[in-house]
């Protein structure tokens, strides 16, 4: 059974940090990634990385986020610095495994005040 689940999430000013975790279990994975949805939005792509390190991030979030993992734990993380109301969302983790299926963790609130 695969398992996907978040922590980090949490209230923080304008221009502070946080890092989310995620942790995958049950299956072998290559992409991971994350996502996050705003109220009365579409849930959007907020970073990945592959199997082989490959990143690729919004546009929005380039220079202040960092995507990262230790595949051997199956873990994934999103270091994110000069947080700005605007990321206020719940944050989603992603995983794909080998034969192409997806997987969500259950969502962790990052909530930035001004």
């Known amino acids: 059974q695969v398992q996907l689940v978040e922590s980090g999430g949490g209230l923080v000013q304008a221009g502070g940090s946080l890092r989310l975790s995620c942790v995958a279990s049950?299956?072998?994975?290559?992409?991971m990634g994350w996502y996050r949805q705003a109220p009365g939005k579409e849930r959007e792509l907020v970073a990945s990385i592959s199997s082989g390190g490959s990143t690729d991030y919004a546009d929005s979030v380039k220079g202040r986020f960092t995507i990262s993992r230790d595949s051997a734990k199956n873990t994934v993380y999103l270091q994110m610095s000069s947080l700005e109301p605007e990321d206020t969302a719940v944050y989603y983790c992603?995983?794909?495994?080998?034969?192409?299926?997806?997987?969500w963790g259950q969502g962790t609130q990052v909530t930035v005040s001004s």
């Open positions: 992603r995983s794909t495994t080998l034969w192409n299926r997806n997987y």
């Open positions: 049950g299956s072998i994975f290559s992409s």
